[in-house]
């Protein structure tokens, strides 16, 4: 996605192991290809817990990866996978379910389903309902699996959130959730996340909506609970300044910078510190909280997210 006309594309995950487990049956991936065109996530649910669980979603999401991140087509790589895996004997489904996430630089997401939850897509902050198409995919023994797929075109703002079972199924057996928190529990908790705080980042909304699903389950998670978020935001953009001009006359040049830089700024050095503070005629405030015996402490001043000392920092 182009940062300059899309904005930029922040993904977070958070994960906890069913209760008892050491191994965890999800497995949550993401890549951005090397020449900077692609951003590929999948999650994938393993059936069960555990080790057997945990190497089934690994295999599952590694293909996915490498297969999208090759530009093999989609309806291929679901094929590839469902061919591959094979088919529980008594429940007649397949070890593992998966979400593919594909977007390209110019912000089109692709994103194809099976099994697992349905994704959410919020924007401005409201729940919006993608189109979806449904895909039957012959798989071994001649039996068919139906996957979901559908295409964005996202804007800044936008969230796309998906995760496992243990979300929506959390709560299950409980007074207040019977049959589990459910999709809808699990979405209005999201609008509501996103309605608290509009900047929230993307982990720190995977982790609102696990935190949720483990407070469900009495904090002794039944499932294992996995969910990531995709959000394009516009990018934040940091200037870090250390050490001053060679020349003294470029002392006011190097403040000008500094003052005019469309973001956050951070010198590193009290010399290039009480520099920039002279040109640009402001006092740092040294903040005293948070001591730390082997760091000096940090200053504030106007224009300037922070002034640490240099060597040590």
Not at 38 to 56: C, E, M, N, Q
């Amino acid at each position: 996605m182009s940062t300059e006309t899309r904005g930029f594309i922040e993904i977070g995950s958070d994960h906890r192991f069913k209760d008892g487990q050491h191994i965890g049956g999800d497995t949550f991936l993401c890549r951005r290809s090397a020449n900077g065109e692609r951003t590929i996530s999948v999650l994938s649910d393993g059936l069960g817990s555990g080790v057997k669980a945990g190497v089934l979603s690994t295999l599952t999401a590694t293909m996915a990866l490498n297969c999208v991140e090759r530009n093999v087509p989609i309806e291929r790589t679901a094929r590839v996978i469902m061919e591959t895996l094979p088919v529980c004997r008594t429940r007649r489904i397949s070890y593992a379910t998966f979400t593919i996430v594909d977007i390209d630089r110019d912000g089109r997401a692709r994103i194809i389903e099976y099994d697992n939850p349905t994704y959410v897509l919020l924007r401005g902050g409201e729940l919006v309902e993608p189109p979806r198409t449904t895909i039957e995919v012959g798989r071994n023994a001649g039996a068919r699996a139906r996957l979901h797929f559908s295409e964005i075109d996202a804007a800044v703002g936008d969230r796309i959130v998906f995760f496992s079972d243990g979300v929506s199924q959390s709560g299950m057996g409980t007074i207040a959730h019977p049959l589990g928190w459910g999709d809808d529990g699990a979405r209005s908790s999201l609008r509501a996340a996103v309605a608290r705080e509009p900047d929230i980042s993307a982990r720190r909304l995977a982790q609102r909506l696990v935190t949720e699903s483990l407070r469900r389950d009495a904090d002794s998670a039944h499932d294992d609970i996995t969910c990531g978020v995709i959000y394009f935001r516009q990018p934040r953009r940091l200037l870090v300044a250390t050490g001053p001009p060679l020349d003294p006359r470029m002392d006011g040049e190097l403040a000008d910078r500094i003052h005019g830089f469309p973001g956050r700024c951070i010198i590193a050095g009290g010399t290039t510190g009480n520099i920039v503070a002279r040109e640009l005629g402001v006092k740092p405030q040294i903040v005293l909280r948070e001591l730390d015996p082997d760091v000096p402490p940090y200053a504030k001043m106007d224009g300037v997210e922070m002034v640490t000392e240099g060597i040590i920092t």
